[in-house]
């Protein structure tokens, strides 16, 4: 892949909120956690951890957990993305917060363009209830869910969501 088809792969994802429900195969369940494992973090400690949720029953309780946001059900897997403290902390102290917050940020996001790779259609969840989740799949205490990506078949957006121009976000040498 040159960069341009790069720059077109990543342009073509968009969040899908309508899933067909069709299952995944494992193939592409494997595939993705596959392509998040090769995510980089913070000395290499991999403070990330997932629950691959493919049952229903688990999905309607997600989907509650997420205000309601029926995505979450529809979508036949959710990957549930969890920052893993203790694997960051214990060697790096109280940074090691923030490290496993962006250890798991980055696997979420490899996560979520391996999908669209496999031509498969997501949705990053943020807004849920974490101790409603922590409830529903038993995490510990010492991992923080930070996304629910739903994965599945779905309808794409008729017009993609548009973005400022880039120059906004830019400041150069300094602020
Ligand atoms: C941190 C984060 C939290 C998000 N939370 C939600 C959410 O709770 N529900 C939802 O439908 N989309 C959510 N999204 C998806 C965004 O709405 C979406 O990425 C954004 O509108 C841009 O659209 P696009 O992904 O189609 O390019 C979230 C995305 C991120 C990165």
């Known amino acids: 892949m040159n960069s341009s088809e790069f720059y077109r792969f990543l342009k073509a994802r968009s969040s899908v909120r309508n899933y067909s429900g069709e299952p995944l195969d494992p193939e592409d369940i494997d595939y993705i956690l596959a392509c998040a494992s090769t995510a980089p973090s913070a000395g290499n400690r991999e403070a990330w951890d997932v629950v691959v949720v493919t049952d229903e029953d688990i999905r309607i309780d997600l989907a509650l957990a997420a205000l309601e946001q029926d995505h979450i059900r529809e979508a036949p897997a959710v990957f549930v993305v969890c ?89 150069r040498e300094t602020w």
């Open 83 to 171: 920052a893993n403290y203790i694997r960051s902390m214990s060697h790096y102290g109280e940074r090691g917060i923030l490290y496993a917050l962006q250890d798991a940020t980055i696997a979420c996001t490899y996560m979520m363009l391996a999908a669209h790779a496999r031509s498969l259609h997501s949705c990053w969840t943020g807004a849920f209830d974490e101790n409603d989740v922590r409830a529903i799949l038993r995490l510990p205490g010492h991992v923080r869910p930070i996304a629910l990506l739903a994965v599945g078949r779905g309808v794409p957006p008729l017009r993609p969501v548009g973005r400022m121009p880039v120059e906004e976000h830019i400041h």
